[in-house]
């Protein structure tokens, strides 16, 4: 990946926001200690530096025929002299005081793992020569960069040429070349069909490959011929089903890096791969230019820089594994299932190159086979313990558990050989083991010695945490779910967060990476690393499901994408956390017997708060760059090879640092055997410096009204006025008198069962709930009707569940059973149960009620302390008819603001329903808000930015009895008319819809995370609500009007994430009458 600049090591915790990343680190000292390091020269390489800056240079010192004094503007580059022909490479190659004009090419580096895709005709700001990469010896690294032409270039060749350090060399041939292939694409996730999106996404060798033609893909095959890939009705001449051989469908890309062609003003993207071998010489700075070519001649070039670091990483802290399908095919297939020998080498090998030791082992077609493919993993080191297999599930033999056990026992034996002692087999897929059934199957597995492990949701998950070896949990990860299942000795994998397919590499990243990290899970295993519902270079022949593909197959080997080097790169941010970590274990036990020496540095401390708070911060807006470079400086400094880190200031830290300022209860008198470590390292005395603290180059200052106290105002009017500035980004919130606090307040954090408490005094409690889909109770008696060819529910909704169906009339009348989603199709308008397959003894003519087989909603980490989870089925926040009183309210004026984080944008979801007044909901990716008065009945104003899934955003809605306004993140979003009196008091749910009568329906459910909703009996004005939104300059802005005369108090308050906080002095203000 492209290094961030040096002044990104100190910004982890001072929240450096992306704008202020810097893409591409131009360095002229490479060098570990920051010492510079002379480069040798390279002949025969015109490109190469040939002294390093600052080095006196004899005359010519570069070989051009030109010297300094014959006017050589820079003698230590053979490309540059007067007269030479000017090169795209960011020099003055010709000596004339310009660089790069009348060249057609320009460079870009660009972020190769941004979710910020590159398609040709995006936009690039700013261009680039230079490319820095830093890693360690055995690991894989990318880095990226734009191409640009004026002009239509034909047959273009790169060319790199050998990485030059003080002490050694660096072969060119540890960079791989690739082209990312632009194609179209029938969606962005799994479940989104019959599009056509464009996409980068293929790393190819032969950019020829694949063929754009309008909106369609051709692909080519070995024979030459072109196949049209982007038809609904299939390749034409090629099977779908069963899938086609590779005589049938013969497709294989080039081995080595074929010429390209560029068109006018449009990009082309290439990926670079640095693959250090696991003994590549001394570690320090190597660099090497890449050349690109038009025959022999040279149109412009990129240096290449690569720091081998003096450490290597250690093995993931968790179990890197993926669901992988292909079974040994003596012909093999062009699809995820069927493969030959040479296939399977090639994508073992591709599973470890990424990072992934342990994938899956499905069922192979006999006992050979399987004998073959487990001695080419052990051949090629994929890792055997644990085995994960599919190929035997706890189903097996049903109830006939002494058949069971003698085939595990077999199993065993059979597995022993390839160095497997854990032994896990499948359990029903997505579905609930909380049954007498599937517990006694279970058991009889541990009888054996073997253990069991399926993939579930959360939900699901928490129901069987005594019992499943090994949950592969859907979603977001859940720290609370894992602290549970590992204190029954139990682990906790993380899947479908989400599933392969997305061309997203940094969700990849951040999800695979350091979230599973964060959160304490025990291993990775995705869905999928291929599978093919149709064939799988089509990606419109199945009409409800798109191909699950993090590599494409090949005739011989796989074919890369941006994804999958996602994948693979939050792996390794993950093993430069834990070599960290595994110094830290080494210096504990020397700080106990050696403290205060070279063996103990007082580094140890500050790295054990840095990856302390690592534990805390926020996943999904954390510079995953600038958090490896943290890592990279620790290391270097407690191996005595590097300074110490740049200070972080951050409140929160743990630290109780110069540029901060605590009360008492910030003090705790904290001790390094808190940290785990014995002796003295001269600890801080500050642990959680959270309470009351903000840094001292935060301030909040009112600027009206003057002077502090006692400030006089006329006529019943006042203007108040703040100021907020901070490092880190605060919220800042007005307090005048006690009418000014809203009338409800839930911060979701703490729970007394189900109870929802309402912390601000107006005692408008509520309790969490789960909802009844098709009850008969609320009058809905649906048919039973069955259908094959509808979506299942959990295609909508992204979650897996049990139902239980109960007849309430008709034939079978009072019969009930457990039906799963993979046979609840749909609710039809409340009437009709669409099922994929018929229930034996239930049919047409029955009504039922549909419950879902669920818990309460879950507690989630929250932007604040703890937040909500609502699962997008059945779960709500009931908070009655009477919460809050929102009817005749003076002033005809109320706001709702609250933090959002769905986890799908799909259809109408309800955030906030009052029955009668009000309306806050999610119509696809935008808000809606809706406000009922007796004047004019409802007014819908439906927002233009859209919402983002999977992180926290501010909303808002304010009525101020004249409009309509939403907020989205502190801005305003749209606003319309409205005017009256709120209408009724209803009931309040949040969550779900409302039909009136306080109930809800299927498609209405919030799914996603809540957290810190407020309703206020006012109309909070626009900078009020961008303060709430938070940032690190606010200014805060309030007029009120017609204020009786007499004192009055107030004060303003500024909280940050992590739950610091401040506020001002209380300031009194006289209203005369005057």
């Known amino acids: 990946m492209i290094l961030l600049a040096s002044v990104l090591l100190g910004c982890l915790l001072q929240g450096c926001s992306g704008g202020e990343k810097s893409q591409v680190l131009v360095v002229t000292d490479t060098s570990v200690d920051g010492a510079g390091s002379e480069v040798s020269p390279d002949p025969s390489d015109p490109g190469t530096d040939v002294t390093a800056e600052g080095t006196p240079q004899p005359p010519d010192a570069d070989g051009d025929g030109h010297t300094l004094a014959?006017?050589?503007?820079?003698?230590?580059?053979?490309?540059?002299?007067?007269?030479?022909?000017?090169?795209?490479?960011?020099?003055?190659?010709?000596?004339?005081?310009?660089?790069?004009?009348?060249?057609?090419?320009?460079?870009?580096?660009?972020?190769?793992?941004?979710?910020?895709?590159?398609?040709?005709?995006?936009?690039?700001?700013?261009?680039?020569?230079?490319?820095?990469?830093?890693?360690?010896?055995?690991?894989?690294?990318?880095?990226?960069?734009?191409?640009?032409?004026?002009?239509?270039?034909?047959?273009?060749?790169?060319?790199?040429?050998?990485?030059?350090?003080?002490?050694?060399?660096?072969?060119?041939?540890?960079?791989?070349?690739?082209?990312?292939?632009?194609?179209?694409?029938?969606?962005?996730?799994?479940?989104?069909?019959?599009?056509?999106?464009?996409?980068?996404?293929?790393?190819?060798?032969?950019?020829?490959?694949?063929?754009?033609?309008?909106?369609?893909?051709?692909?080519?095959?070995?024979?030459?011929?072109?196949?049209?890939?982007?038809?609904?009705?299939?390749?034409?001449?090629?099977?779908?089903?069963?899938?086609?051989?590779?005589?049938?469908?013969?497709?294989?890309?080039?081995?080595?890096?074929?010429?390209?062609?560029?068109?006018?003003?449009?990009?082309?993207?290439?990926?670079?791969?640095?693959?250090?071998?696991?003994?590549?010489?001394?570690?320090?700075?190597?660099?090497?230019?890449?050349?690109?070519?038009?025959?022999?001649?040279?149109?412009?070039?990129?240096?290449?820089?690569?720091?081998?670091?003096?450490?290597?990483?250690?093995?993931?802290?968790?179990?890197?594994?993926?669901?992988?399908?292909?079974f040994l095919d003596e012909k093999g297939t062009l699809s995820s299932e069927g493969k030959n020998l040479t296939q399977l080498r090639a994508e073992f090998l591709n599973l470890l190159s990424h990072g992934v030791t342990h994938p899956t082992l499905y069922p192979q077609l006999d006992a050979d086979s399987l004998r073959t493919v487990m001695a080419l993993r052990t051949e090629v080191g994929v890792s055997n313990d644990p085995l994960l297999y599919l190929g035997l599930g706890i189903t097996s033999y049903e109830e006939n558990y002494e058949l069971l056990d003698t085939e595990l026992r077999a199993q065993l034996n059979f597995f022993a050989p390839y160095g497997t002692k854990e032994l896990f087999i499948y359990a029903p897929d997505e579905q609930s083991l909380d049954s007498p059934l599937r517990r006694a199957q279970i058991a009889a597995v541990h009888k054996a010695g073997v253990k069991a492990f399926n993939a579930q949701s959360l939900d699901l998950a928490w129901k069987v945490e005594d019992l499943l070896d090994v949950a592969v949990v859907a979603e977001t990860p859940s720290r609370t779910l894992a602290r549970s299942y590992h204190e029954h000795g139990h682990r906790l994998f993380s899947y479908a967060n989400p599933q392969a397919g997305e061309v997203a590499p940094d969700t990849y990243r951040r999800n695979f990476g350091f979230l599973v990290w964060q959160q304490d899970y025990d291993g990775v295993m995705d869905y999928a690393y291929q599978h093919s519902f149709g064939n799988i270079w089509n990606d419109w022949d199945v009409p409800d499901s798109r191909d699950l593909c993090f590599t494409y197959p090949t005739a011989d080997g796989v074919i890369d994408t941006l994804q999958w080097e996602g994948f693979r790169e939050g792996l390794d941010d993950v093993r430069y956390l834990a070599t960290l970590e595994e110094l830290l274990e080494r210096k504990r036990s020397c700080c106990a017997t050696e403290p205060g020496t070279g063996c103990c540095p007082k580094g140890v401390l500050s790295a054990h708060n840095f990856l302390a708070n690592l534990k805390t911060v926020g996943s999904a807006t954390l510079d995953l760059d600038a958090m490896r470079s943290v890592a990279i400086a620790h290391l270097l400094h407690l191996?005595?090879?590097?300074?110490?880190?740049?200070?972080?200031?951050?409140?929160?830290?743990?630290?109780?640092?110069?540029?901060?300022?605590?009360?008492?209860?910030?003090?705790?008198?904290?001790?390094?055997?808190?940290?785990?470590?014995?002796?003295?390292?001269?600890?801080?005395?500050?642990?959680?410096?959270?309470?009351?603290?903000?840094?001292?180059?935060?301030?909040?200052?009112?600027?009206?009204?003057?002077?502090?106290?006692?400030?006089?105002?006329?006529?019943?009017?006042?203007?108040?006025?703040?100021?907020?500035?901070?490092?880190?980004?605060?919220?800042?919130?007005?307090?005048?008198?006690?009418?000014?606090?809203?009338?409800?307040?839930?911060?979701?954090?703490?729970?007394?069962?189900?109870?929802?408490?309402?912390?601000?005094?107006?005692?408008?409690?509520?309790?969490?709930?789960?909802?009844?889909?098709?009850?008969?109770?609320?009058?809905?008696?649906?048919?039973?009707?069955?259908?094959?060819?509808?979506?299942?529910?959990?295609?909508?909704?992204?979650?897996?569940?049990?139902?239980?169906?109960?007849?309430?009339?008709?034939?079978?009348?009072?019969?009930?059973?457990?039906?799963?989603?993979?046979?609840?199709?749909?609710?039809?308008?409340?009437?009709?149960?669409?099922?994929?397959?018929?229930?034996?003894?239930?049919?047409?003519?029955?009504?039922?009620?549909?419950?879902?087989?669920?818990?309460?909603?879950?507690?989630?980490?929250?932007?604040?302390?703890?937040?909500?989870?609502?699962?997008?089925?059945?779960?709500?926040?009931?908070?009655?008819?009477?919460?809050?009183?929102?009817?005749?309210?003076?002033?005809?004026?109320?706001?709702?603001?609250?933090?959002?984080?769905?986890?799908?944008?799909?259809?109408?979801?309800?955030?906030?329903?009052?029955?009668?007044?009000?309306?806050?909901?999610?119509?696809?990716?935008?808000?809606?808000?809706?406000?009922?008065?007796?004047?004019?009945?409802?007014?819908?104003?439906?927002?233009?930015?859209?919402?983002?899934?999977?992180?926290?955003?501010h909303v808002a809605l304010v009525y101020d009895g004249s409009a309509i306004t939403l907020y989205l993140d502190g801005q305003a979003d749209l606003s319309i008319g409205q005017s009256g009196e709120l209408a009724s008091n209803g009931c309040t749910q949040v969550g779900r819809g409302n039909d009136g009568n306080c109930h809800g329906g299927p498609g209405q459910y919030y799914q996603g995370d809540l957290d810190e909703l407020r309703i206020f009996r006012r109309a909070l004005s626009a900078s009020e609500v961008r303060a709430l939104a938070g940032g690190r300059v606010l200014e805060l802005e309030r007029r009120l009007v017609d204020l009786a005369p007499g004192s009055y108090e107030y004060r303003a308050c500024a909280s940050d994430d992590a739950g610091g906080s401040t506020c001002t002095a209380t300031r009194t203000v006289v209203v005369t009458g005057e």
Request: aromatic letters at 8%; one cysteine or more.
């Open 639 to 953: 191996s005595g090879k590097g300074p110490a880190p740049a200070t972080e200031t951050s409140c929160g830290n743990g630290l109780l640092e110069d540029d901060e300022e605590c009360d008492n209860g910030d003090f705790g008198g904290v001790t390094c055997a808190t940290y785990g470590y014995g002796g003295t390292l001269g600890c801080v005395r500050c642990r959680y410096d959270r309470s009351t603290c903000l840094p001292k180059s935060s301030s909040l200052t009112f600027l009206a009204p003057t002077p502090a106290d006692g400030a006089e105002v006329r006529d019943g009017a006042l203007g108040l006025a703040v100021r907020s500035e901070s490092v880190e980004p605060v919220r800042v919130y007005l307090e005048f008198g006690q009418d000014d606090t809203p009338v409800a307040h839930w911060t979701l954090d703490e729970f007394e069962g189900d109870l929802v408490r309402d912390v601000s005094g107006h005692g408008n409690d509520g309790s969490l709930a789960s909802g009844d889909l098709g009850s008969a109770a609320e009058g809905s008696t649906p048919d039973l009707v069955y259908v094959t060819e509808a979506y299942r529910l959990s295609y909508y909704n992204a979650y897996y569940r049990d139902w239980t169906l109960t007849v309430e009339s008709g034939p079978a009348s009072g019969a009930s059973t457990t039906v799963t989603d993979y046979l609840v199709r749909s609710i039809v308008d409340d009437k009709e149960l669409h099922l994929a397959a018929p229930l034996e003894g239930f049919g047409p003519g029955d009504t039922f009620r549909l419950t879902e087989n669920d818990e309460t909603p879950l507690r989630v980490s929250g932007k604040f302390g703890r937040a909500v989870h609502l699962d997008g089925q059945d779960d709500y926040l009931d908070l009655g008819h009477g919460c809050p009183d929102l009817s005749g309210l003076a002033g005809q004026a109320l706001t709702v603001e609250v933090w959002l984080r769905p986890r799908l944008l799909r259809g109408m979801q309800a955030v906030l329903t009052k029955n009668g007044p009000l309306l806050l909901t999610l119509v696809e990716n935008r808000l809606q808000g809706a406000i009922y008065t007796e004047d004019r009945g409802w007014v819908y104003v439906t927002g233009e930015r859209p919402l983002v899934e999977g992180v926290w955003q």
């Open 70 to 326: 014959e006017g050589d503007c820079d003698d230590r580059r053979a490309v540059v002299y007067p007269g030479a022909e000017e090169l795209a490479d960011g020099r003055d190659n010709d000596c004339d005081g310009s660089s790069d004009e009348g060249t057609l090419l320009t460079l870009y580096p660009v972020d190769p793992l941004s979710n910020e895709l590159i398609v040709p005709d995006t936009s690039l700001d700013t261009p680039g020569y230079s490319l820095t990469i830093r890693a360690c010896a055995g690991e894989y690294e990318v880095a990226s960069v734009v191409l640009r032409s004026t002009a239509a270039l034909a047959g273009l060749e790169l060319e790199v040429g050998d990485l030059i350090g003080d002490q050694g060399r660096l072969p060119a041939t540890v960079v791989d070349l690739r082209l990312v292939k632009v194609w179209y694409q029938a969606g962005q996730h799994f479940y989104e069909t019959g599009q056509r999106h464009l996409t980068p996404e293929l790393l190819l060798k032969d950019d020829a490959l694949v063929e754009v033609r309008g909106e369609d893909n051709y692909l080519r095959l070995t024979t030459g011929k072109q196949v049209h890939i982007s038809d609904p009705e299939g390749i034409p001449g090629i099977p779908a089903f069963p899938y086609p051989t590779i005589e049938q469908f013969p497709v294989a890309d080039a081995v080595t890096l074929q010429p390209f062609d560029l068109e006018p003003n449009r990009n082309k993207q290439v990926l670079l791969t640095v693959a250090l071998p696991d003994d590549p010489g001394p570690a320090g700075g190597y660099r090497g230019t890449v050349r690109l070519r038009q025959g022999t001649e040279v149109l412009g070039s990129f240096d290449l820089l690569v720091e081998l670091l003096p450490f290597r990483l250690a093995p993931s802290p968790f179990i890197p594994s993926i669901y992988y399908r292909s």
